[in-house]
Nanobody
């Protein structure tokens, strides 16, 4: 049974940092792009960023570019999201995801292309 478990969420002040981690179990995802999405109250789930199977290519939403960084460790079957310079508008539930296409491009990671989701972790940015 495949499971993606996020951790690291919590409360941060504006300008602060948080690091989210996602641990996968049940199978290895070293051949698949992985991504992060988020959903704020009353809004649709949106793309945050993605990393390709090798970790050599990343793609970010304009709203987080330059502030967030995705990395992965295929040996540990984990993916992380380092979030710096946090803003109140970053407040949301953050979801880890695995794309359905082996060796796919990060540019094609969307809600529709994801076939595994984590349960989500809450990030709140507030003073």
């Amino acid at each position: 049974q495949v499971q993606l478990v996020e951790s690291g969420g919590g409360l941060a002040q504006p300008g602060g940092s948080l690091r989210l981690s996602c641990a996968a179990s049940g199978r290895t995802f070293s051949s698949y792009a992985m991504g992060w999405f988020r959903q704020a109250p009353g809004k649709e789930r949106e793309f945050v960023g993605a990393i390709n199977w090798s970790g050599g290519s990343t793609h970010y939403a304009d709203s987080v570019k330059g502030r967030f960084t995705i990395s992965r460790d295929n040996a540990r079957n984990t993916v992380s999201l380092q979030m710096n310079s946090l803003k109140p508008e970053d407040t949301a539930v953050y979801y880890c995801a695995v794309d359905s296409s082996a060796y796919g491009s990060v540019w094609y990671v969307t809600k529709a292309s994801v076939n595994y989701w984590g349960q989500g972790t809450q990030v709140t940015v507030s003073s």
